[in-house]
Every structure is written in structure tokens, then in C-alpha cells.
């Protein structure tokens, strides 16, 4: 059945610019239905819509959440699309079947004060002079920005260089989006660029060569791994006396985009910055606007006077 996922892979790869975590995400998934699959007696070819049905009760058995039982369906409805467009089959099993009725939770997300003592504590954070600038770097960018981890550990060093006011991200998609830069941001940004220089330099003379990450490593991937990332966010939520369990590179996007909400800035603008392709994927940030608007209706209001 690698013969069917393969393929399947390489046009999502094709056809959207899938990334690296989401053909890995697809593969996991779809290898899962083929060992089910298998162990059933049959194949992608041979596969029944009660097949797949039999495939998701035994996920959701397994103890697996509404959202990941949905994603494993969306890959197993995809892979037969393509296999009855490639004339592999002549009908879709999972076509016709109703996905898990997923929940729409709330992001977790930090108070201002919160963000504030994490910020103190990145500046403060790390064995070396180097080490916390490129700390206070990485969490100042992360507030000002709403970047995705992924985004800020690849982001190349070109796209700061110069003093920009404005930041060039490239998002999921390959979609572009520019996102305006504080001062903090561009004062830490600035102070990171001329150690991190320095050190490429003195590697310079030793043979190394130059990295084009803002943040670079000296592993396989040459950037600052997001597993390394949030290690480090954790011991800096230790340092601020903040609940490391409740600080992630992605609750610092959803403190971005709530506090930005909650000071009046538009809904359409938000999507922009956080790079959505829908608004409705950033209408879930209008929770926090919950409290602001009862009062207004219990202070403002013509019924509420006397």
C-alpha cells in the first residue's frame, strides 16, 4: 500500500507546497489505516466504506481526540480522491462519511503582566551574554509578531537585516505576509544580529561557514530546532515565576492576537498579521472581548440607566 501513499504524498507536495511536518502527519496517518487495513485482509484497492468506519471507531477506542480522528479521516478521504482521479478505483469509501463533531476550544493564552515577566526573564535567561540576547531575540519577536515557532527558528537572517520596520514572514502555504515590528523588537533584533555576527565571523576564520538563519545551530536542520525552542521558553516561564505548563511558543501567538484584540484592533487586521487563510479561523479570538462587551451593555445601555 506504500506504492498508493507515496504517490499521494508527492502530489500534495506538488500541487500545495505541503510542509515537511504535514506530508510526515499524512504518512503517519495513512500508514495507520493501512496497517488496519492489512490486518483485516484487505487493501486501499479492496477498501469498504465500512472499512473506514470499522478504522475510526477503533481510533476513536483507542482514545484518540475528535480533532486527530478528523485529521486521520481527511487524509484516508484525500488519498482515495486522488486514487479515483489517478483511475485506481472508481469510488471514494470515505466520501460519504461524517467526521467526528469537533469542539471549538478556546486557545489557552497569557495576561499582559504575564507576557511582561517573561520578557524580563528571557533578558535574563541563558549562561552567556550571547545566549541572552538571543533569548530576549526570540521572545521579543514572538510577542510583537504572532510568528508560528516554526516561522520565527527559520526565519532567514536577510529578513532583519537593515533595520526593517516591517518583518517579510513566510507562512504556511508559502503564503507571504509583512507584520510591523515595536521598538523592543527591533532594539532586541539589533542587539542579536551584531553577537550573532560576531561569532559567525570568528567561525569564519576557523572555516565555517556562514549561516542564512537569523537564529542558526550547528545541527542537521542549521537553525534552531522548535523542540529546543520550547525547552527554552520553558526554563524562561520557570525564571518569570510564570506556569511553564501554561507558556508555548503558541500560547505567546494567542497572547498576541488577544491583546491586540482587546485593544481595539480589527478583526480582519488580526488575520492578516497571524497569517489565516479564513477568518473564521480567527474568530475564536473574539472570547476575549466577552467581559468588555457586558459591560457595555450593563453601563451603556438605555434599560440600565437608574
Known amino acids: 500500500m506504500n506504492d498508493w501513499i507515496s504517490p499521494f504524498l508527492e502530489a500534495i507536495y506538488a500541487e500545495r507546497d505541503a510542509s515537511e511536518n504535514t506530508l510526515l502527519g499524512y504518512r503517519r496517518d495513512l500508514e495507520g489505516l493501512a496497517a488496519v487495513l492489512a490486518a483485516h485482509g484487505t487493501t486501499f484497492a479492496r477498501a469498504s466504506r465500512k472499512d473506514i468506519e470499522e478504522w475510526l471507531i477503533d481510533l476513536e477506542a483507542r482514545g484518540l481526540a475528535e480533532a486527530t480522528r478528523a485529521r486521520h479521516l481527511s487524509a484516508a478521504r484525500q488519498l482515495?480522491?486522488?486514487?479515483?482521479?489517478?483511475?485506481?478505483?472508481?469510488?471514494?469509501?470515505?466520501?460519504?462519511?461524517?467526521?467526528?463533531?469537533?469542539?471549538?476550544?478556546?486557545?489557552?493564552?497569557?495576561?499582559?503582566?504575564?507576557?511582561?515577566?517573561?520578557?524580563?526573564?528571557?533578558?535574563?535567561?541563558?549562561?552567556?551574554?550571547?545566549?541572552?540576547?538571543?533569548?530576549?531575540c526570540l521572545m521579543?519577536?514572538?510577542?510583537?509578531?504572532?510568528?508560528?515557532?516554526?516561522?520565527?527558528?527559520?526565519?532567514?537572517?536577510?529578513?532583519?537585516?537593515g533595520n526593517p520596520d516591517m518583518l517579510l514572514i513566510r507562512g504556511k502555504g508559502d503564503r507571504e505576509r509583512l507584520v510591523p515590528l515595536s521598538p523592543g523588537a527591533k532594539m532586541a533584533v539589533a542587539a542579536w544580529l551584531n553577537a550573532r555576527d560576531s561569532a559567525e565571523e570568528r567561525g569564519r576564520?576557523?572555516?565555517?561557514?556562514?549561516?542564512?538563519?537569523?537564529?542558526?545551530?550547528?545541527?542537521?536542520?542549521?537553525?534552531?530546532?522548535?523542540?529546543?525552542?520550547?525547552?527554552?521558553?520553558?526554563?524562561?516561564?520557570?525564571l518569570a515565576g510564570v506556569n511553564p505548563a501554561s507558556v508555548t511558543p503558541h500560547t505567546m501567538r494567542h497572547a498576541f492576537a488577544t491583546h491586540l484584540l482587546a485593544g481595539g484592533a480589527d478583526l480582519r487586521v488580526i488575520q492578516m498579521l497571524l497569517g489565516h487563510a479564513d477568518v473564521a479561523t480567527t474568530e475564536i479570538y473574539t472570547h476575549v472581548l466577552d467581559d468588555a462587551l457586558k459591560e457595555l451593555v450593563l453601563t451603556r445601555h438605555p434599560l440600565a440607566r437608574g
Open 205 to 238: 576564520v576557523q572555516g565555517k561557514p556562514p549561516s542564512r538563519f537569523l537564529f542558526p545551530s550547528p545541527g542537521r536542520a542549521g537553525h534552531l530546532t522548535r523542540v529546543r525552542f520550547h525547552g527554552l521558553i520553558k526554563d524562561i516561564a520557570v
Open 80 to 136: 482515495f480522491r486522488f486514487a479515483l482521479e489517478e483511475g485506481w478505483r472508481d469510488q471514494n469509501p470515505a466520501a460519504q462519511i461524517k467526521g467526528p463533531k469537533i469542539k471549538r476550544r478556546l486557545p489557552g493564552t497569557l495576561g499582559e503582566e504575564e507576557v511582561d515577566r517573561l520578557l524580563d526573564a528571557a533578558a535574563r535567561s541563558g549562561r552567556t551574554q550571547a545566549a541572552r540576547l538571543r533569548n530576549t
Open 140 to 161: 521579543q519577536l514572538l510577542y510583537a509578531t504572532g510568528m508560528r515557532a516554526s516561522e520565527l527558528v527559520t526565519l532567514p537572517v536577510a529578513a532583519v537585516r
